[in-house]
Structures are given as structure tokens and as C-alpha cells.
């Protein structure tokens, strides 16, 4: 791998970059068409309930708290009553499952009606997206392919907060050399969802940097006081109590559930294996051993790796190293299929492709029996960081000394 190189490499490169656009375009097309064709009872022909699907519990539940309501988050009946007093009495069942925090940014989209918000919500994010890849220094086409990509659109169909949560990864971890403030900020705010920030304390402390893990520890504080002085005290201990609670019951559900359909960790992997709770807890627990001992080893000082090299491989093992996981949390996937089409000399581009647009396909395998999308994320992780440890090794070899400096053979 040469990671200073990023330019695509011939004319059969940009062909297969098209076509497999173009292929990624008619599909999120056909998925977002359904999406928004409706049944007799007003829902999703592709949902079977709200098009805005997952975004419409951050702006009800926003919605909620500002109305003076937000103890409904935690009580499952009274929260799925009022679901259905704003949308639909025909709605399927929903839950509220984040920390209180999120609400600071679903507040102001709570403002408007929930279709502007989820346009404002979808749009922006990605932006936050295209800002966060822009240091990666892609390109056009290869930025254009992860912004469009499939976990993107998939994202968008589920009004869920993947480009969000990526954006504030990559961000900081690529602000975190030389902008540490900033990288604690965004560490910070990766916390409305903290099981994709696993990694972050462990590149931190490795790299030695404790203004950046500071700025994260102040900026978690503020937001946890914050949104308890806005929503009250009381809902930090009704999250711990109830929502964790509630969200953990899902997760260790018997498999399978409908939602397992989009699950993309070795924890679920296990479970359609037909592993019980204590054997799927313990093939996660190896994985994410593995991944921080990963990124502990890639941010040690002195490692001659490239920045954004070491970026995009730790972004994608945290995908690796949570155990709730689903495809709308795998952008970071097609940020490295990006990165590796660009800064490879001969990438695989096949293999690529099929990489960059398996978030379209995952539920249809998954519910045929095949769940094995784990290895996506784990074949990049993988063929990663045997490259880097390669180049290292080739680095370290004694060379032998060129013919002018050899010494001068003499008979005795």
C-alpha cells in the first residue's frame, strides 16, 4: 500500500468507479422510491410505518420534553401512547433508546414540522459528513462515493444519525495531533451514541494526548449538566434505570427479531450462528480486546504510519469492537473502501465494490441465513493493518551495503 498515492490508478479504475456508482444510484433510488410510496393506512410501502422512521423518536421525543413531558421517554406504554396521539393510532410499536443529551440537538428540529426537520436532519449531517472526510483528502470521485454511498442512503432511510456519529470520529480523530481541543469536542459529542467512541480513550491514552482527553472529559460534563438543567436532574438516572435497561433486553432478544435484519457485529454474528448469550458476550468481548489492542499499538508514538491511514483503520474497527451495531453505523466502511481505492497502487477493486455496496444487501442475506457482514469491516481491518505491519518489517531489515562501500576483498 502506498498511502501518499490518490489518484485513481488507470481508465479501468474510473470505469469500475462509475459503474459501481451508477449501480449504487439506481438501488438507492429504487429503496428510496419505496420509501416514500405509501399503503391505505398513510405508512411506508418500505418501513411499514413512518418514512422518517427512527429520526421520528428524536423529534417526538424532543417534542415531548419541550412540552413538559420528557418522564414519557421512560415509560415505554405512556411513550408509545403519545407516538401514536401525534402520528398514527395504527403506528408500530417504537422506543425511545438514547441518552437524555441527544435532545439538545432534537430540540431545535422539534421546532419545526417533522418534514422540514428530517430534511434539515438528513442533509445535515451528511454535510457534517463531507466536512469531517474533507482532511482525508479523497478526492472528488472518492468523496462523491462515500457521501452517496449505501450505508449513507441507508442511513437516510432509517433517519438515523450514522453520518453524524461518523463525522465526529473521523473529525476528531484527525483533528486530534494538532487541534486537541477540538478533537476532545467532538469525542465529547460522540457520546449521544457511546458505544461507537469505544476506540477513543484508547488512541488517546496511547498517543499521550491529554489536552485532547480532557476536552472531552469538559465537554461530556457540560453536555451532561446542560441537559439535565434544560430537562431535569432526574432523567440521567431514568436513562441508567430504564432506557439501558430497555435497550439491553433488545439487544439480547432471542435471535431472530425483524431488527436483526440490518445487525452487522460479531455479537450478532454469534447469535444467528445459534451461540447463547454468555458464548456471543464472549467471541465480543475477544474481538473488542483485539481491536483496542489494534489501535493501541497504531497510535503509539513513533509508529510510521500515515495520519489519515491510522484514521480510517481505527474508524472502521470500531465497528468491530461494539457489540450493537446495525448498516446505518457502517459509513466508516465506505470511508476506507474510498481511502484504499485512492491510496493503493492495485487495489482489489472488485472486491471493493462489492464492500461499498453491501449495505444494500445485508438485510436480504441476513434474513436468507447468511449473517456474516462482520467480515466486511474485519477483512478491511484486517488487510490494514497486515500492510502496515508489512512495510514496518520491510523498514526494519538490514540492507545490504551498496558496492562502493564494501570492503575490498584481500587474499592472506
Known amino acids: 500500500m502506498k498511502p501518499s498515492q490518490t489518484n485513481i490508478s488507470g481508465r479501468s479504475d474510473a470505469c469500475l468507479a462509475a459503474v459501481v456508482l451508477l449501480a449504487g444510484s439506481v438501488i438507492a433510488a429504487y429503496y428510496l422510491r419505496a420509501l416514500w410510496t405509501f399503503d391505505e393506512k398513510g405508512f411506508s410501502i418500505l418501513s411499514g410505518g413512518l418514512p422518517y ?14 412540552d413538559g413531558h420528557v418522564a414519557y421517554l421512560f415509560d ?3 411513550y408509545r401512547m403519545t407516538l401514536r396521539t401525534l402520528f398514527s393510532p395504527d403506528l408500530p410499536n417504537q422506543e425511545w433508546s438514547y441518552p437524555p443529551s441527544i435532545l439538545l440537538l432534537g430540540a431545535p428540529l422539534a421546532a419545526l414540522p417533522i418534514f422540514p426537520a428530517y430534511l434539515v436532519w438528513t442533509f445535515g449531517t451528511v454535510f457534517c459528513l463531507w466536512l469531517a472526510i474533507r482532511p482525508l483528502r479523497l478526492g472528488r470521485i472518492a468523496g462523491l462515493a462515500v457521501v452517496l454511498s449505501p450505508a449513507v442512503v441507508m442511513n437516510a432511510i432509517f433517519g438515523q444519525n450514522g453520518a453524524l456519529t461518523t463525522a465526529l470520529l473521523i473529525g476528531g480523530l484527525v483533528a486530534a495531533p494538532g487541534r486537541p481541543v477540538l478533537a476532545g469536542m467532538m469525542f465529547g459529542l460522540l457520546t449521544i451514541k457511546p458505544h461507537l467512541g469505544i476506540l477513543v480513550p484508547f488512541c488517546l491514552l496511547a498517543s499521550g494526548n491529554w489536552r485532547a482527553i480532557l476536552a472531552a472529559s469538559a465537554t461530556t460534563f457540560a453536555i451532561a449538566a446542560i441537559t439535565a438543567l434544560f430537562f431535569g436532574f432526574a432523567v440521567w438516572p431514568q436513562f441508567f434505570a430504564e432506557t439501558r435497561t430497555l435497550m439491553t433486553g433488545i439487544m439480547e432478544a432471542p435471535y431472530p427479531q425483524p431488527y436483526h435484519s440490518n445487525a452487522i457485529t460479531v455479537f450478532f454474528t454469534a447469535r444467528a450462528a445459534g451461540f447463547g448469550l454468555a458464548a456471543a458476550y464472549g467471541l465480543q468481548t475477544v474481538m473488542s480486546v483485539a481491536a483496542i489492542a489494534a489501535v493501541t499499538w497504531l497510535w503509539l508514538p513513533g509508529r510510521e504510519t500515515e495520519h489519515r491511514e491510522r484514521v480510517v483503520l481505527t474508524a472502521v474497527l470500531a465497528i468491530l469492537a461494539t457489540p450493537y451495531g446495525y448498516t446505518y453505523d457502517t459509513i466508516s466502511v ?4 474510498a481511502f484504499l481505492f485512492m491510496a493503493t497502487a492495485r487495489p482489489p477493486r472488485a472486491i471493493l465494490g462489492i464492500f461499498w455496496v453491501y449495505a444494500f444487501f445485508a438485510h436480504i442475506l441476513n434474513n436468507a441465513g447468511f449473517s456474516f457482514g462482520v467480515l466486511v469491516p474485519l477483512s478491511l481491518a484486517a488487510w490494514m493493518l497486515a500492510s502496515i505491519w508489512a512495510r514496518g518489517r520491510i523498514r ?8 562502493a562501500h564494501r570492503k575490498p576483498h584481500t587474499a592472506s
Open 76 to 78: 415505554v406504554d405512556a
Open 53 to 66: 422512521w427512527d429520526f421520528s423518536n428524536l423529534w417526538a421525543g424532543a417534542r415531548m420534553a419541550l
Open 334 to 337: 465506505a470511508v476506507v473502501v
Open 396 to 403: 526494519q531489515l538490514p540492507r545490504e551495503p551498496s558496492i
